[in-house]
């Protein structure tokens, strides 16, 4: 079993820039990744990294913004995120699975075991 803890979510003002942590009990033999969920629309994939860190993958709308990375010695995972848009805001969850052989799989909320509780990132314009 893992539990998966976020935090340093917030209020930011467009153009500014947040950084989420997600600590992860438990062994670190885990890939991990970033979702995020507006009001009303369903969870969506931001990142991905790799259970060695040496692997990462984003969404289209965040490519160049946001960067994910790794400690596994802390069992810790990060997202740095950047130039914010009032669009990024919604509530952000970081998850743990399985090592996949195809990126692909990792955009999937299905192929995912176990989930924080989320956080808060507000942009306003």
């Known amino acids: 079993q893992v539990q998966l803890v976020e935090s340093g979510g917030g209020l930011v003002q467009a153009g500014g820039s947040l950084s989420l942590s997600c600590a992860a009990s438990g062994r670190s033999s885990y890939a991990m990744g970033w979702f995020r969920q507006a009001p009303g629309k369903t969870r969506e994939f931001v990142a991905a990294i790799s259970k060695s860190g040496d692997s990462t993958y984003y969404a289209d709308s965040v490519k160049g913004r946001f960067t994910i990375s790794k400690e596994n010695g802390e069992n810790t995972m990060y997202l740095r995120m950047n130039s914010l848009k009032p669009e990024d805001t919604a509530i952000y969850y970081c998850?743990?699975?399985?090592?996949?052989?195809?990126?692909?799989?990792?955009?999937?909320?299905?192929?995912?075991?176990?989930w924080g509780q989320g956080t808060q990132v507000t942009v306003s314009s």
């Open positions: 998850a743990a699975t399985r090592p996949y052989s195809s990126s692909s799989l990792y955009v999937t909320t299905n192929n995912y075991m176990y």
